[in-house]
């Protein structure tokens, strides 16, 4: 099982036509993800590596019933292609874009919730549940990182995903879903809202975060595990323990503001809560597999 997505997530890719959509859909096709449409006004009757592309996403929805679109579309027009998706009835949305405007992304997550849809990115490398389905652009060696398993993955920072996960897999687990919320001040998700999925599969036995100095997400989770709304084993990775006060470090979402969002009051959050917090990437492994089974393998 995974959450968010699986094999049989039905997908369109809006900007399939263009040489990044293109690449990473025949990426997404060797993966195992079922790209059943394209979408690029002024392009309907082509097809890219055997998707029919089509003007709209209405029109595309009407004849294969997607139910998920994955965006290769420029942050300038991703809110309208956004837009265009939620008034097609798909409710499960990732855009890559870096660089949406702040107001953009202010409006796009207010739409996605007032339909009760889920919008993941901007600013993120995808969503991946190995061996069944990936929306976005994990590179072609993935297949060394991401094995199919039973530990959650959820991330802000794309450089340090695959190392992480590449310590939970040295480690003998596997991934079920892995979330990039992406690295924006105003995610389309955060970790939280997705916590209770995690915690509601079966396949999952434990979540592990990449987090990072700047807003409060990891507070959230910090809060969920208190109130018992997860109950399940988390270990998380904060990025930018040694980062100078008052510099925004890395993208946009990675700064402190108003006193909150340090590194320290994070890591105090959620060891507070009963979660353990790595000090190095290399540790969240070991620490995984203490949480999981005592250490014994």
Do not use: C
């Amino acid at each position: 099982m995974s959450i968010f997505i699986n094999k049989e997530t039905r997908i369109v890719v809006q900007g399939v036509t263009g040489q990044e959509g293109s690449f990473w859909t025949k990426h997404m096709l060797d993966m195992g993800a079922t790209v059943v449409a394209g979408v690029t006004p002024g392009k309907e009757g082509q097809d890219v590596h055997g998707v029919p592309v089509f003007h709209t996403v209405a029109g595309a929805v009407e004849t294969h019933a997607a139910d998920a679109a994955m965006l290769f579309v420029p942050p300038r027009f991703t809110k309208d292609a956004i837009y265009e998706a939620l008034d097609a009835g798909i409710r499960k949305i990732v855009t890559i874009a870096d660089g949406i405007p702040l107001h953009d992304q202010i409006q796009i997550r207010a739409a996605a919730q007032s339909v009760g849809a889920r919008v993941v990115g901007g600013n993120t490398s995808g969503v991946i549940s190995p061996g069944q389905s990936m929306l976005g652009i994990f590179p072609y060696w993935i297949e060394r990182v991401y094995k199919p398993g039973r530990i959650g993955v959820m991330t802000r920072s794309g450089s340090l995903t695959n190392e992480v996960t590449a310590m939970v897999v040295r480690e003998g687990f596997g991934v079920s879903t892995l979330i990039g919320v992406g690295g924006d001040p105003v995610p389309g998700s955060r970790f939280a809202e997705f916590l209770e999925e995690y915690q509601a599969d079966d396949d999952t036995d434990a979540v592990v975060i990449v987090g990072e100095l700047g807003g409060t997400m990891e507070e959230e989770v910090a809060q969920a595990i208190a109130d018992g709304r997860f109950t399940k084993p988390l270990v998380a990775f904060l990025a930018g323990r040694t980062a100078p006060k008052g510099k925004r470090m890395g993208h946009a979402g990675a700064i402190v503001t108003g006193g909150t969002g340090t590194v320290e009051a994070k890591i105090a959050a959620l060891e507070g809560a009963g979660a353990v917090v790595a000090e190095r990437p290399s540790h969240v492994g070991r620490l995984l597999a203490e949480r999981i089974t005592g250490g014994k393998r």
